[in-house]
């Protein structure tokens, strides 16, 4: 299991000279909320979200570091979202999204998700379906949401687990994904199984991670599987 | 002898509440309740599309029915929801302004005690698609319009 980089930074801080590592502040007034949500006809519903964070960050803090000139606002986080159901066992769905986090993302649009949604079993207790197309991967248990600010838990996910630098890889891919759900008393349970697919490996950003370093050629994708 | 007790010891219980042609049955599992009122389940039985309707969630009558009926607090289901519409994998239900107006929304063409809060012209035009449809009220609001379904 990965360790917190922030956890095992505080424990190296944690010496006679240095300050404990709590003092950290980070401060995140940020503004988030459903910005629009709209039937504009029957089984036609528009989304939309938009969050915008200012950081101001103390001194002793091992994850950012401390602020300059009094904080920032290089954290945006805008999406817009539109499905259709023609009938109960169909839906479509597509979301564009544009992200601005400091120096990792420079909010450029991209198509997030564009999917198919159709359900081949359905009754009170369970579901079995299949979506096509570009897909949220089944990864952690906020990756689905991860850009909306108000279906997270914190002001931003654990970089170990939802790594940013190479979100591409992560958050959704060009395939299929089957899916059953079952509904009890107890609480739903649901099974995914992903593949086969591709994975978004466009940016430099995953070269960056994958190497450390920007290198000649192109990265290609290959056939990926999962559950 | 329930029949004879005055119609107000009521008017503060909230009741699930059907379109009169929607196929509901008899009465509705709380599983089932919870499959629809958490945007997972579409469908009736007979494969009509279920249209959800929902008050505001700060809404005391909105409160109540997920406090009482389905046994969770009003943000539950606001993030399932948030998190089956911002991963396309699901619909929002579809929210009316106040009591009256989802009484006309549920009760469709047909509900005569329609009393539309806002435009009755926008109104009737939704209206016109609401087989299917559920909802909640408390009794006291209830009328000939709609069908109170019991849940188990």
């Not at chain 1, 922030?6 to 007034?29: E, K």
């Not at chain 1, 600010?149 to 996910?157: C, D, G, Q, V």
């Not at chain 2, 219980?13 to 499959?35: D, K, M, Q, Y």
């Not at chain 2, 005569?112 to 909640?136: D, F, P």
Request: aromatic share 10%; glycine share 10%; with cysteine.
């Amino acid at each position: 299991m990965k360790v917190l980089p922030w956890c095992r930074s505080s424990r190296s801080v944690r010496t006679p000279q240095s300050l404990p590592w709590w003092p950290a502040l980070i401060l995140w007034p940020g503004l988030c909320g459903p910005a629009l949500a709209l039937e504009i006809f029957e089984g036609f519903q528009m989304h939309g979200f938009l969050s915008q964070g200012y950081f101001l960050t103390s001194n002793h803090n091992n994850l950012f570091g401390e602020s300059t000139r009094g904080g920032s606002l290089g954290f945006t986080e805008i999406g817009v979202n539109a499905s259709w159901v023609p009938r109960p066992d169909v839906q479509l769905a597509i979301q564009g999204l544009s992200r601005r986090a400091g120096g990792a993302a420079e909010g450029e649009p991209e198509l997030d998700f564009a999917l198919l949604d159709y359900a081949a079993v359905e009754t009170a207790d369970r579901r079995l379906g299949v979506r096509v197309g570009r897909v949220r991967l089944p990864f952690g248990l906020y990756n689905d949401t991860r850009d909306v600010a108000f279906t997270r838990p914190s002001i931003l996910l654990p970089q170990s687990i939802y790594f940013d630098r190479v979100r591409e890889l992560a958050i959704s891919g060009d395939g299929i994904l089957f899916y059953g759900e079952e509904r009890g008393s107890w609480g739903n349970f649901t099974l995914e199984f992903l593949g086969p697919y591709f994975q978004r490996i466009g940016s430099e950003n995953s070269e960056l991670s994958l190497f450390n370093s920007e290198l000649p050629g192109d990265l290609e994708s290959r056939v990926s599987w999962g559950a | 002898m329930l029949c004879g007790w005055p119609a107000r010891a009521y008017s503060d219980e909230v009741v699930v509440v059907v379109n009169p042609a929607a196929p509901a049955g008899e009465a509705i599992a709380r599983n089932t309740l919870s499959a629809i009122f958490g945007m997972r389940l579409r469908a009736w039985e007979d494969g009509t599309p279920i249209r959800v309707y929902v008050l505001p969630d700060n809404h005391a009558v909105h409160v109540m029915f997920c406090k009482q009926i389905l046994g969770a607090f009003p943000h539950q289901y606001r993030t399932a929801w948030d998190r089956l519409v911002y991963s396309g994998t699901g619909q929002a239900p579809l929210e009316v302004a106040s009591e009256q107006e989802m009484r006309a929304r549920v009760a469709g063409i047909r509900g005569e005690a329609a009393v539309v809060v806002g435009s009755e012209e926008e109104m009737r035009a939704k209206v016109a698609g609401t087989a299917g449809a559920i909802g909640y009220l408390t009794r006291k609001m209830i009328d000939e319009s709609v069908t109170v379904v019991p849940v188990e």
